[in-house]
């Protein structure tokens, strides 16, 4: 996790962060992964496709997995995060 915090770190430097996805959400995702919580993981806007789009197999060599985003009108109510899931 670590490993990927700092990879995270440096990405968010060179690029636009758009959103955020969550990862193992289920308890059976968990079960099968061997971890005890959900995880997350930024989106940067140079990795968002548009819909009808295609992506090439050198984008992601071992598969692809769909996210789903929607933009929200406007902010929820509440304590901001400072744009970062875990604040």
């Known amino acids: 996790m670590q490993a990927a915090a ?3 770190a440096t990405q968010e430097l060179e690029q636009e ?3 955020w996805k969550i990862g193992a959400a289920s308890e059976k995702a968990r079960s099968m992964l061997g971890l005890d919580r959900p995880f ?5 806007k140079s990795d968002l496709r548009s819909c009808p789009g295609s992506i090439s197999p050198a984008f992601a060599p071992r598969g692809a997995e769909a996210e789903f985003m ?8 509440g304590k901001s995060s400072g744009g970062h ?3």
């Open 70 to 77: 929607a933009t929200m009108e406007r902010a929820l109510p």
């Open 40 to 44: 997350f993981g930024p989106i940067f």
């Open 85 to 87: 899931p875990t604040t």
């Open 6 to 8: 700092i990879h995270y």
């Open 17 to 19: 962060l758009i959103g």
